[in-house]
């Protein structure tokens, strides 16, 4: 079985399987590469494979990077509630055992560039409309993104960019630009947060959470000097910044139509410490089930 990085696939190989709507995470992972989106580096190893045929997909990822741990993610299609919650970083041994399961239930896997989303400085959703808006729900330091999809975490930020077509490309002016703040208090957001921590990540990556959850997720975080949530202050976006990030959305959508029709799609976009990272590009008329 060939072993595809990401990052040795041709433009013509990416540009094939972006087009592909069985494994969306993959595919439009793709799709971010070949619009040359900053993205983590990926392997893709089909569903129902065996342990050493992980082990093999695994071990070529980590010799081509140096890595010790790797992010993991499932895919497949329409998504249950049940579905295993991707985003954690792990061992890598141990990540093979975890993708042997997921494998074994019929869904594909993504081994990934290791991730800390403990410490990121911005995470976004870019909701893509049309005929010609484009929509930012911004969280700041401390936060991923998967507060914003999954966590029930308001926004501390809102930005709708006022387009003319997602046609026609266009430079972003400060009049495109309407900002406002969200509703709710800091205060709520991290205590979300911190519950999402408790219920979901920190037993993801193997951390028995004892006591009173917030209390535990919050202690857990200090004592790993994760202060993020706490020291950051809100999120600031410059112009420059909204007109890269139009500019991602802008082309993602292009290529997304040279293959089908779409009346919305999300990008989520974080800010890590040290890198900026697209996700993927989700439509939702094909993202959940029930």
């Given at each position: 079985?060939?072993?595809?990085?990401?990052?040795?696939?041709?433009?013509?190989?990416?540009?094939?399987?972006?087009?592909?709507?069985?494994?969306?995470?993959?595919?439009?992972?793709?799709?971010?590469?070949?619009?040359?989106?900053?993205?983590?580096?990926?392997?893709?190893?089909?569903?129902?494979?065996?342990?050493?045929?992980?082990?093999?997909?695994?071990?070529?990822?980590?010799?081509?990077?140096?890595?010790?741990?790797?992010?993991?993610?499932?895919?497949?299609?329409?998504?249950?509630?049940?579905?295993?919650?991707?985003?954690?970083?792990?061992?890598?041994?141990?990540?093979?055992?975890?993708?042997?399961?997921?494998?074994?239930?019929g869904r594909a896997v993504l081994f990934m560039e290791p991730t800390c989303r403990f410490n990121n400085k911005m995470s976004i959703n870019c909701l893509v409309s049309k005929p010609d808006v484009l929509h930012l729900d911004i969280l700041g330091g401390g936060h991923d993104v998967s507060d914003l999809n999954r966590g029930n975490v308001l926004p501390q930020m809102m930005i709708t960019l006022n387009?003319?077509?997602?046609?026609?490309?266009?430079?972003?002016?400060?009049?495109?630009?309407?900002?406002?703040?969200?509703?709710?208090?800091?205060?709520?957001?991290?205590?979300?947060?911190?519950?999402?921590?408790?219920?979901?990540?920190?037993?993801?990556?193997?951390?028995?959470?004892?006591?009173?959850?917030?209390?535990?997720?919050?202690?857990?975080?200090?004592?790993?000097?994760?202060?993020?949530?706490?020291?950051?202050?809100?999120?600031?976006?410059?112009?420059?910044?909204?007109?890269?990030?139009?500019?991602?959305?802008?082309?993602?959508?292009?290529?997304?139509?040279?293959?089908?029709?779409?009346?919305?799609?999300?990008?989520?976009?974080?800010?890590?410490?040290?890198?900026?990272?697209?996700?993927?590009?989700?439509?939702?008329?094909?993202?959940?089930?029930?």
């Amino acid at each position: 079985m060939k072993v595809a990085l990401l990052s040795d696939m041709s433009a013509e190989e990416l540009n094939t399987e972006s087009r592909s709507l069985s494994y969306p995470k993959w595919s439009t992972l793709c799709a971010l590469a070949a619009i040359k989106a900053p993205c983590l580096d990926a392997v893709w190893v089909p569903p129902t494979s065996s342990k050493a045929e992980i082990f093999k997909f695994a071990s070529a990822f980590i010799r081509k990077h140096g890595l010790a741990r790797v992010l993991l993610r499932s895919d497949g299609g329409i998504e249950t509630t049940g579905y295993l919650r991707g985003g954690n970083s792990y061992p890598w041994k141990e990540a093979v055992e975890i993708a042997t399961q997921v494998s074994a239930n019929g869904r594909a896997v993504l081994f990934m560039e290791p991730t800390c989303r403990f410490n990121n400085k911005m995470s976004i959703n870019c909701l893509v409309s049309k005929p010609d808006v484009l929509h930012l729900d911004i969280l700041g330091g401390g936060h991923d993104v998967s507060d914003l999809n999954r966590g029930n975490v308001l926004p501390q930020m809102m930005i709708t960019l006022n387009v003319s077509s997602w046609d026609h490309f266009e430079t972003i002016c400060r009049a495109d630009i309407i900002a406002t703040s969200a509703n709710g208090n800091d205060e709520a957001r991290v205590s979300k947060r911190l519950e999402n921590m408790a219920r979901h990540i920190l037993p993801a990556i193997g951390v028995s959470v004892e006591g009173e959850p917030l209390a535990f997720a919050e202690q857990w975080l200090r004592t790993q000097g994760f202060d993020e949530l706490w020291a950051s202050g809100p999120p600031i976006v410059t112009l420059s910044s909204l007109r890269n990030l139009y500019e991602v959305c802008f082309f993602a959508a292009r290529h997304v139509s040279e293959s089908r029709s779409w009346t919305d799609l999300c990008l989520s976009y974080s800010l890590l410490e040290d890198r900026e990272v697209w996700w993927d590009i989700v439509d939702g008329q094909r993202k959940y089930g029930r």
